[in-house]
T-cell receptor, first 116, second 114 residues
Framework: AQTVTQSQPEMSVQEAETVTLSCTYDTSESDYYLFWYKQPPSRQMILVIRQEAYKQQNATENRFSVNFQKAAKSFSLKISDSQLGDAAMYFC?????????????FGKGTRLSVIA | EPEVTQTPSHQVTQMGQEVILRCVPI?????FYWYRQILGQKVEFLVS????????KSEIFDDQFSVERPDGSNFTLKIRSTKLEDSAMYFC????????????FGPGTRLLVL
């Protein structure tokens, strides 16, 4: 079974600075998808960014980018120019690329605080 | 922008009572999911649903749980006889199709079992 590990329970960053959240995963599959979801205090799960394992290029979405290291099974999230609204729990998630309706497997999350 | 909706946002129930949590997935999506998140813990998969049947379910999804798509829009999770440990946030998610990998989550239903 696949597992996702987020080794940083809490992180903090100064407003306008850059922060990197770590995620590693364990799988024997070669085809899969990785995601970062943000959960603000409202507890809604909001997709931040997605990476397909077959793509070598790291995904970017505005101030959010990932460092995807397939061989190392690492998928870190970089937030540039941090804003107060970035404060939230961040969950890394894995989904098998096998056909079918396989679910997301989540890590335990990293709570990010942004200091003004 | 279309979004997944869930009702109620909060539900308080007595242990042993039945609850039904409702979700309206994004209208053209084909794959549906329920997850739960006990306070302070990670999000856990309960069940996935496609073509009017369960695709996959976790160990958590025992005989006390059931899912249904009673009409073309709603997707419900029923807990037959609630336990204290069922207190959690329950999230519904939907996905467009086999080549669209992103799952879109609803805002969740916070269930408290007393």
């Amino acid at each position: 079974a696949q597992t996702v590990t987020q080794s940083q329970p809490e992180m903090s960053v100064q407003e306008a600075e850059t922060v990197t959240l770590s995620c590693t995963y364990d799988t024997s599959e070669s085809d899969y998808y990785l995601f970062w979801y943000k959960q603000p205090p409202s507890r809604q799960m909001i997709l931040v960014i997605r990476q397909e394992a077959y793509k070598q290029q790291n995904a970017t979405e505005n101030r959010f980018s990932v460092n995807f290291q397939k061989a190392a099974k690492s998928f870190s999230l970089k937030i540039s120019d941090s804003q107060l609204g970035d404060a939230a729990m961040y969950f890394c998630a894995y989904r098998s690329g096998n056909s079918g309706n396989t679910p997301l497997v989540f890590g335990k999350g990293t709570r990010l605080s942004v200091i003004a | 922008e279309p979004e997944v909706t869930q009702t109620p946002s909060h539900q308080v129930t007595q242990m042993g009572q039945e609850v039904i949590l409702r979700c309206v997935p994004i209208s053209n999506h084909l794959y549906f999911y329920w997850y739960r998140q006990i306070l302070g813990q990670k999000v856990e998969f309960l069940v996935s649903f496609y073509n009017n049947e369960i695709s996959e379910k976790s160990e958590i999804f025992d005989d006390q749980f059931s899912v249904e798509r009673p009409d073309g829009s709603n997707f419900t999770l029923k807990i037959r006889s609630t336990k204290l440990e069922d207190s959690a946030m329950y999230f519904c998610a939907s996905r467009l199709g086999p080549y669209q990998e992103t799952q879109y989550f609803g805002p969740g239903t916070r269930l408290l079992v007393l």
